[in-house]
């Protein structure tokens, strides 16, 4: 009866271990913070937010997508009616957010399968160009969402990545309007590519 119920736990264990294992994301950041733009935003007399859009050729979760670029203009918009009612300089910074990785769990996955679904992880990067087409900066954000905590909270956290996300660009341009100053990209070093 004990050789049974170890060769069943063993058994259960060879079987999980891949379950378990291959529930870490492979999106990774390159660096835990980002440089400081070439100027200070508020050199420009107008910022102009694209929208957020997934790198050519990628195909991900467009409501993904929109809930990233919701709060990216909900982020923005009050500094943004402020910093582009100043008096026009003829300088425009141009701002791409480009979604170049992600792994987004539904909320009808984490429900139908739990950890077990992975976990999810988004990188963005926003790119930053003046009037000529010269680029200022090229920061990148990165979040994630492990599975067990996506599991468990039913996709609120893998949600709440996407928000997070955002905060991370949003705060990036609005500290680095009056001073160059960089930020965060929202790495932990477990999260940095190896070079």
Request: aromatic content about 6%; charged content about 15%; glycine content about 8%.
């Amino acid at each position: 009866m004990k050789t049974t119920r170890r060769a069943l736990l063993a058994a259960s264990i060879v079987v999980a271990l891949p379950l378990v294992t291959g529930c870490a994301t492979s999106i990774k950041a390159s660096s835990t913070h980002n440089p400081a733009p070439a100027t200070a935003f508020k050199s420009y007399g107008r910022i102009d937010v694209k929208p957020v859009a997934y790198k050519a050729g990628y195909n991900g979760n467009p409501a993904a997508l929109a809930k990233i670029g919701a709060n990216l203009e909900k982020n923005l918009a009050p500094s943004l009616q402020q910093w582009n009612s100043r008096p026009a300089n003829g300088r425009t910074l141009t701002v791409e957010p480009i979604v170049e990785e992600m792994s987004f769990k539904s909320t009808t996955k984490r429900v139908f399968l739990g950890p077990l679904a992975g976990s999810s992880g988004v990188l963005m990067r926003v790119t930053f160009r003046d009037e000529t087409g010269k680029v200022v900066a090229t920061p990148e954000f990165f979040q994630r969402s492990s599975a067990m905590s996506g599991g468990f909270t039913l996709g609120v956290n893998d949600n709440m990545m996407l928000t997070r996300v955002a905060q991370l660009a949003s705060n990036y341009i609005v500290a680095n309007y009056d001073a160059a100053v960089g930020g965060p990209s929202g790495a932990d070093d477990n999260a940095v590519a190896a070079n």
